[in-house]
């Protein structure tokens, strides 16, 4: 099979693999779409010595159609259509065992992680049963990459912030993820301000429902932010791990605000104490999402007829994933998956 290998600062290659067959427990995958993600760049741009060695298929947004069943395998078939959630638990702490395996805390390396945990960008991927979410069939295999990693990553944390048709929401940062905030929070109601430095993430936020853009660059966010609604945020998203955009938090939300904390980027966060502390701010981080979750997003997608390939800007074939790579690191589109035929 094909397989994707990242071997240098900003190098991927395409590299011939053996085709993966199934332990006891573990299905095949035949990858139909997958998705390159924020978190992928991060070993892009820096590739640790256990990506580089350690011979990683990069990738953790798989959504394709089972080939495959290893021993023992029961409850799944050949030709089910699946996603797969790629952060591999323990299936025994409090956390597992009350439907919060997302903060697992005996967590495993994720799949596209590490040698041990193959990724999805590949044409066959290994998967053990517990990892498995089936995809309904009225949702597409694009739409399952959307799902896999970063459509639930937007949806549990507003979720968690209850955003309902009172609230104006900031959304801080457009990248896929904003993207999709920005599409379920207009989708709950909510009016939606978006903040992007990129004009062209702007531009497909609000057709996407932002009824209100900022540009950073243009002058402090709270201040565009509060022409248009005077009394600040009810709630925000903040999505982009972006120093800058951390500040920024306190002066965009009105006081008793609400604010999730999904972007990882900087080592440490930034946010004036002052705000925090004489604004009452309530801030919390949340980690991708509870796979019990997935059956509800499916349904949220159906009910309101949500287009999630409207965040795609890019589709590739895994030859091209040098330039997939690429593209996504721009931080000019929207999200880049990768089709399979
Ligand atoms: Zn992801
Ligand atoms: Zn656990």
């Not at 960008?121 to 799902?147: K, R």
């Not at 457009?174 to 709950?188: E, I, Q, R, S, V």
């Not at 008793?256 to 981080?285: D, K, N, S, W, Y």
Request: with cysteine.
């Amino acid at each position: 099979m094909r397989a994707l290998r990242i071997v240098g600062e900003r190098k991927v290659i395409v590299r011939e693999l053996a085709d993966p067959t199934p332990g006891p427990g573990e299905i095949v995958v035949w990858m139909r779409s997958a998705g390159i993600c924020g978190s992928d760049l991060h070993p892009y741009r820096h590739p640790p010595a256990h990506v580089l060695e350690g011979d990683v298929v990069p990738g953790h947004e798989p959504s394709g159609e089972i080939v495959a069943l290893g021993e023992g395998v029961t409850g799944w078939s050949i030709g089910d259509r699946v996603v797969v959630y790629f952060r591999r638990t323990c299936g025994e702490c409090l956390y597992c065992q009350t439907g919060h395996r997302n903060v697992c805390v005996n967590r495993r390396s994720s799949y596209g992680h590490a040698a041990d945990a193959p990724g999805s960008d590949a044409e066959y991927m290994v998967v053990e049963i517990g990892s498995l979410m089936h995809l309904p069939d009225d949702l597409s295999y694009p739409d399952g990459a959307i799902l896999a990693c970063q459509a639930g990553t937007a949806y549990w944390p507003l979720v968690r912030l209850g955003v309902n048709g009172r609230d104006v929401l900031a959304v801080s940062g457009l990248g896929p993820l904003g993207l999709l905030a920005t599409l379920f929070a207009t989708a709950m109601g909510g009016r939606v301000a978006g903040i992007d430095p990129s004009p062209g993430r702007r531009e497909l936020a609000e057709r996407l429902g932002a009824t209100l853009t900022l540009d950073p660059a243009a002058g402090p966010v709270a201040e565009q932010l509060r022409d248009r609604y005077p009394d600040g945020a009810d709630k925000l998203i903040e999505t982009s791990g972006a120093g800058a955009a951390q500040s920024a938090i306190g002066d965009l939300l009105k006081p008793r605000g609400h604010a999730a904390i999904v972007g990882l980027g900087a080592e440490q966060f930034a946010m004036p104490l002052g705000r925090l502390v004489h604004r009452e701010i309530t801030l919390f981080g949340a980690s991708i999402y509870p796979d019990t979750l997935f059956p509800e997003i499916c349904r949220f997608v159906r009910d309101h007829d949500l287009k999630l390939d409207s965040v795609v800007s890019h589709v590739y074939p895994l030859e091209r994933g040098a330039e997939a790579f690429k593209v996504a690191e721009s931080a000019n589109g929207g999200k880049v998956l990768f089709t399979f035929e």
